[in-house]
T-cell receptor, first 114, second 110 residues
Framework: DVKVTQSSRYLVKRTGEKVFLECVQD?????MFWYRQDPGLGLRLIYF???????EKGDIPEGYSVSREKKERFSLILESASTNQTSMYLC?????????????FGPGTRLTVL | QQPVQSPQAVILREGEDAVINCSSS?????VHWYRQKHGEAPVFLMI?????EQKGHDKISASFNEKKQQSSLYLTASQLSYSGTYFC???????????FGTGTRLKVLA
């Protein structure tokens, strides 16, 4: 059974803290994605990675960075958390970069920044 | 720019049909459809590739009109299990970026 796991389901942090969200996939997928989901705005792409150590900006990369040191792991980093980064964060993976492959999503991390 | 989904929300009775539309302002390479139930991760329904194809999956099917940069999801004889939020995800040619629409909330009543 294919799996994408995220390190936490719920996280509460203070403004200014550095926050790490971890995502691991066990499908040997090449591509991994980070989205944030907010009511009425759908899923918005933050960053994606099509290979180890490679990354591309999505639509809303400001305030975020990512790291992919190993194929199975993709980390999202909030350098200095702010209240407007309170959101649901979803990680996904797909086999290759092309559009012909479905994305598998993790369960999400609900982050609250106080 | 996010694709536009319509309607934003729809309520159906069991057995009724529904159509959800997804329009993009950019040329599309592929369109994905996902369903997300409350508190759960989005789950893949189907992919349509450039070429204007139509696909079906049980009583859910979809079409992709690349000239109009539109896709439609058809839900036939809806069941209670169809309730959830439906998202289209679009990929413009050569970008490898998936941009999702804002979602359509669908509720099926008994």
């Amino acid at each position: 059974d294919v799996k994408v796991t995220q390190s936490s389901r719920y996280l509460v942090k203070r403004t200014g803290e550095k926050v790490f969200l971890e995502c691991v996939q066990d499908m040997d997928h090449e591509n991994m994605f980070w989205y944030r989901q907010d009511p009425g705005l759908g899923l918005r792409l933050i960053y994606f990675s099509y290979d180890v150590k490679m990354k591309e900006k999505g639509d809303i990369p400001e305030g975020y960075s990512v790291s992919r040191e190993k194929k199975e792991r993709f980390s999202l980093i909030l350098e200095s958390a702010s209240t407007n980064q309170t959101s649901m964060y979803l990680c996904a993976s797909s086999q290759t970069a092309s559009g012909s492959n479905e994305q598998f999503f993790g369960p999400g991390t609900r982050l609250t920044v106080l | 720019q996010q694709p536009v989904q319509s309607p934003q929300a729809v309520i159906l009775r069991e057995g009724e049909d529904a159509v959800i539309n997804c329009s993009s302002s950019k040329a599309l390479y592929s369109v994905h459809w996902y369903r997300q139930k409350h508190g759960e991760a989005p789950v893949f329904l189907m992919i349509l590739l450039k070429g204007g194809e139509q696909k079906g999956h049980d009583k859910i099917s979809a079409s992709f009109n690349e000239k109009k940069q539109q896709s439609s999801l058809y839900l036939t004889a809806s069941q209670l299990s169809y309730s959830g939020t439906y998202f289209c995800g679009t990929e413009t040619s050569g970008t490898y970026k998936y941009i999702f629409g804002t979602g359509t909330r669908l509720k099926v009543l008994a």
